[in-house]
């Protein structure tokens, strides 16, 4: 444990140590860490700023998996959460106390992909002196950097019967997410291609 290097795989290992790499450098940042999956990225980073007694403060065009872990798991760690609407970033201001220790949000909202006024969510954290958080899962480094300030199938599918079923209806209307709510991932296809898709999923 004196000298640096990979002693033990779990802890770290060549293959994990050059995907963080490529992943900082394609995102432009110091350095990286990989997790199982993208929702202990979230919970990883939450649980390293916020301890019982603090509050956060995360958008409410989120993914489902991020509402549930935000407004209802972090309650048993004693972590409150407080909800703005990202197309009204002023919201914050009057969010924010003095145990407000970050701001989450998504660059393109899943699955409306409401596209998140950055600078001025970011102006109001640095003026506060509070971190933000960027969920870039839609975007990716290739169209936005948030450090910094395509897919050849296309894939439709339906929220609130899939990605956001297991959210309450009560809640679904309030993160925007409606029974006719479709979510498009457009690659480089032809529109012909794409016609035919949409045509397929709404027989």
């Given at each position: 444990?004196?000298?640096?290097g990979n002693i033990y795989t779990r802890l770290t290992n060549p293959t994990v140590k050059i995907f963080e790499?490529?992943?900082?450098?394609?995102?432009?940042?110091?350095?990286?860490?990989?997790?199982?999956?993208?929702?202990?990225?979230?919970?990883?980073?939450?649980?390293?700023?916020?301890?019982?007694?603090?509050?956060?403060?995360?958008?409410?065009?989120?993914?489902?998996?991020?509402?549930?872990?935000?407004?209802?798991?972090?309650?048993?760690?004693?972590?409150?959460?407080?909800?703005?609407?990202?197309?009204?970033?002023?919201?914050?201001?009057?969010?924010?106390?003095?145990?407000?220790?970050?701001?989450?949000?998504?660059?393109?909202?899943?699955?409306?992909?409401?596209?998140?006024?950055?600078?001025?969510?970011?102006?109001?954290?640095?003026?506060?002196?509070?971190?933000?958080?960027?969920?870039?899962?839609?975007?990716?480094?290739?169209?936005?950097?948030?450090?910094?300030?395509?897919?050849?199938?296309?894939?439709?599918?339906?929220?609130a019967s899939t990605t956001h079923s297991q959210i309450k209806q009560s809640d679904l209307k309030k993160y925007g997410i409606t029974p006719s709510l479709l979510r498009l991932s457009i690659g480089l296809?032809?529109?012909?291609?794409?016609?035919?898709?949409?045509?397929?999923?709404?027989?």
């Amino acid at each position: 444990m004196k000298e640096a290097g990979n002693i033990y795989t779990r802890l770290t290992n060549p293959t994990v140590k050059i995907f963080e790499e490529k992943i900082a450098l394609l995102e432009n940042g110091e350095s990286a860490i990989a997790t199982a999956s993208g929702m202990s990225a979230i919970f990883f980073t939450i649980l390293n700023v916020a301890r019982l007694g603090d509050n956060i403060i995360v958008a409410k065009q989120v993914y489902g998996g991020t509402s549930t872990l935000t407004e209802h798991t972090l309650k048993d760690f004693g972590i409150v959460t407080y909800t703005f609407d990202v197309n009204k970033p002023n919201e914050i201001k009057e969010l924010i106390t003095d145990k407000t220790k970050l701001i989450l949000f998504e660059t393109i909202s899943n699955p409306t992909t409401t596209i998140a006024n950055f600078y001025k969510i970011i102006s109001i954290a640095n003026k506060f002196n509070i971190l933000t958080c960027a969920d870039n899962t839609l975007a990716t480094p290739i169209l936005i950097k948030p450090l910094s300030i395509g897919n050849s199938l296309s894939i439709i599918t339906h929220p609130a019967s899939t990605t956001h079923s297991q959210i309450k209806q009560s809640d679904l209307k309030k993160y925007g997410i409606t029974p006719s709510l479709l979510r498009l991932s457009i690659g480089l296809e032809s529109p012909i291609d794409l016609i035919n898709s949409l045509k397929e999923v709404l027989k």
